[in-house]
């Protein structure tokens, strides 16, 4: 579309060009007998050339483009999930953003991790100019369509997106039009190609299983190794007036916020990115840790980018209430009618 738009521009500023320089009637009427309409001729051939000269540039510049894109994108994984995803409506699209952490570090498995898991689950629902964040926990209680048994949701995960979809879609009743699978290690890697994030602390922190440690309160700008020990931690405590003081409520409902921020933080810093050399060695990056759906084409993938580098996602909870199992696990469980409430925004 860019390649036409440039070509018909071209074509256009040439006409115009042609109009503003009578280059047609000029040589109809003869040569010229005075210096003036030299100059004039003269200045039309410039102003024509380099109107042209622009289009081509610009035309070259839309097609490189497209290519390069093009190949980032033909980098990126698929999976296999188009059955499950619903249909595009004209009332929104929802996002399924699953935070994945494979348990390694450059190629080495980091202590007390094993495999690949399923830490992050939101929807990200986009309609019109405005846009919404909603984590689904991963300790929520729910059927599993794999095996028709009672489970955490992130143990839907186990077999496969797909079923994480259908899980999502029958236990929750949130259409999923899109899939995009983020692997936080490619995600710090991320953070450092826009030369860090910004994060505000209420007060100094640290988390000594994931390695984060805040210790000034305020606006604080992390790194990737520090942007994935903020979105990691498991262990969040807080040095208030000299004393430290453990995180408060659920742990699991916590780290979801925190991960939240760090995505909102991490958008709006990709929004204000305009040097090319730094979008395409952060789109590189991203490329190598992405997984989406088999739908998806590249004009979706910039949709996507487009509206994350200007939407600014309102953070909306879901009411839960915490229980232990007959088991012995510690779940979550919808607190209704308040969950249906909320749900109802992303249907």
């Known amino acids: 579309m860019s390649l036409v738009f440039w070509l018909v521009g071209g074509l ?7 109009r503003l320089t009578g280059g047609p009637k000029a040589a ?18 410039i102003v024509a050339w380099t109107s042209l000269i622009v289009v081509i540039l610009l035309v070259a510049a839309s097609v490189g483009g497209y290519l390069w894109a093009n190949s980032i994108f033909q980098q990126i994984e698929r999976v296999a999930v188009s059955p499950q995803l619903a249909a595009g409506g004209s009332s929104g699209t929802n996002y399924l953003l699953v935070g994945s952490d494979n348990g390694k570090e450059g190629g080495v498995q980091r202590e007390n991790v094993e495999g690949a898991r399923s830490d992050t689950i939101m929807v990200l629902r986009v309609e019109g100019g405005s846009a919404k964040m909603l984590s689904l926990n991963r300790d929520l209680w729910v ?20 079923n994480l979809i259908q899980a999502v879609t029958e236990n929750f009743g949130i259409p999923i039009h899109r899939y995009i699978e983020i692997d936080f290690v490619s995600f710090g890697g991320l953070v450092d190609a826009f030369g860090g994030i910004k994060i505000f602390f209420e007060h100094p922190a640290f988390d000594l299983a994931s390695g984060l440690d805040v210790k000034e309160a305020g606006l604080v700008h992390l790194d990737g190794p520090q942007a994935l020990a903020f979105v990691r931690s498991r262990h969040y405590a807080e040095v208030i007036d000299g004393e430290v003081v453990l995180e408060g409520g659920l742990p699991d409902v916590n780290r979801t916020q925190r991960q939240q921020e ?25 490329s190598t840790g992405l997984r989406i759906d088999d739908d998806m084409t590249l004009l979706d993938a910039g949709r996507f980018a487009w509206n994350m580098g200007r939407l600014d996602p309102v953070t909306v909870l879901l009411p839960v209430t915490p229980r232990t199992t007959d088991g012995g696990a510690a779940v979550l469980d919808l607190d209704q009618p308040a969950a249906t409430a909320v749900l109802d925004q992303f249907r």
């Not at 204000?272 to 590189?284: G, V």
């Open 12 to 18: 256009i500023l040439g006409i115009v060009a042609e």
């Open 28 to 45: 109809e009427v003869g040569a010229p007998t005075t210096a003036t309409p030299r100059r004039r001729r003269r200045t039309g051939r």
């Open 143 to 162: 059927a599993n369509p794999a095996t028709g048994e009672n489970g955490r949701l992130n143990a839907t995960y186990n077999a496969g997106p797909a």
């Open 262 to 286: 760090f995505l909102r933080a991490i958008m709006a810093e990709a929004g204000t990115k305009r040097n090319p050399l730094t979008l395409m060695s952060a789109a590189d990056k991203m």
